[in-house]
């Protein structure tokens, strides 16, 4: 009888001491469970910042692609619009001529600001040649026009000339009588065939 006292007391004392250990391990395992818990999230926040960098990375390489590919098409439409430009001066030089007054060489007021303007489209295209051409109404001997569309020419050069423009990018012809603009036998016409035509030789 009295051993079997002496028995609870120790059955009390290994069933305390195997709820300890019980326990002790069960906060282990949770503990163990936690961090590898923290350790995930950590992996997966990780995970997740180097997607977030990768697609910052691609939406920056499209931006610039973009970016590039508006500056060529900029670029062409403006090297177009140079072009343009420059067709359209150059159409302007080739299709203003300038007048005389019947058998004169004088060059009036207009017909030297026409030249001026001439004058700086040559500066502007250094490399740019010209043949100005002596033109005359049919009034006269052939002889006649085809020596005063020279001295026509020539009176343009030498203006030319003057405005700093080298004698070397400049040559003239007659033609006198023979190009006329318009065929009609009076003053309008006669006119405007009495005149000095500019012919780039690029």
Same mark, same amino acid.
């Given at each position: 009888?009295?051993?079997?006292?002496?028995?609870?007391?120790?059955? &009390?004392?290994? &069933?305390?001491?195997?709820?300890? #250990?019980?326990?002790?391990?069960?906060?282990? #395992?949770?503990?163990?469970? *936690?961090?590898?818990?923290?350790?995930?999230? $950590?992996?997966?926040?990780?995970?997740?910042?180097?997607? @977030?960098? @990768?697609?910052?990375?691609?939406?920056?390489?499209?931006?610039?692609?973009?970016?590039?590919?508006?500056?060529?098409?900029?670029? *062409?439409? %403006?090297?177009?619009?140079?072009?343009?430009?420059?067709?359209?001066?150059?159409?302007?030089?080739? !299709?203003?001529?300038?007048?005389?007054?019947?058998?004169?060489?004088?060059?009036?007021? $207009?017909?030297? $600001?026409?030249?001026?303007?001439?004058?700086?489209?040559?500066?502007?295209?250094? %490399?740019?040649?010209?043949?100005?051409?002596?033109?005359?109404?049919?009034?006269?001997? !052939?002889?006649?026009?085809? /020596?005063?569309?020279?001295?026509?020419?020539? %009176?343009?050069?030498?203006?030319?000339?003057?405005?700093? &423009? /080298?004698?070397?990018?400049?040559?003239?012809? %007659?033609?006198?009588? $023979? @190009?006329?603009?318009?065929?009609?036998? !009076?003053?309008? /016409?006669?006119?405007?065939?009495?005149?000095?035509?500019? #012919?780039?030789?690029?």
């Amino acid at each position: 009888m009295k051993q079997k006292i002496m028995m609870y007391p120790i059955l &009390i004392l290994m &069933i305390v001491l195997f709820m300890l #250990v019980t326990s002790c391990q069960k906060q282990k #395992v949770a503990t163990q469970a *936690g961090t590898t818990t923290a350790a995930e999230q $950590e992996a997966q926040r990780k995970a997740q910042e180097e997607a @977030r960098q @990768r697609e910052l990375e691609r939406q920056k390489a499209i931006e610039e692609e973009n970016l590039e590919a508006e500056s060529v098409k900029e670029a *062409g439409l %403006s090297a177009e619009m140079e072009e343009e430009r420059k067709m359209t001066e150059r159409a302007v030089f080739e !299709n203003e001529d300038i007048q005389f007054e019947f058998d004169s060489i004088r060059l009036s007021s $207009e017909a030297q $600001e026409i030249l001026r303007k001439k004058a700086q489209w040559l500066k502007a295209n250094p %490399s740019a040649r010209v043949t100005i051409e002596g033109h005359c109404d049919n009034r006269g001997t !052939n002889e006649y026009n085809l /020596a005063l569309g020279d001295r026509r020419a020539h %009176s343009a050069q030498v203006f030319l000339i003057d405005l700093g &423009i /080298a004698d070397s990018r400049l040559q003239t012809i %007659s033609f006198g009588e $023979e @190009r006329p603009i318009d065929t009609a036998d !009076n003053e309008t /016409a006669w006119a405007q065939n009495r005149r000095a035509h500019f #012919v780039i030789d690029e």
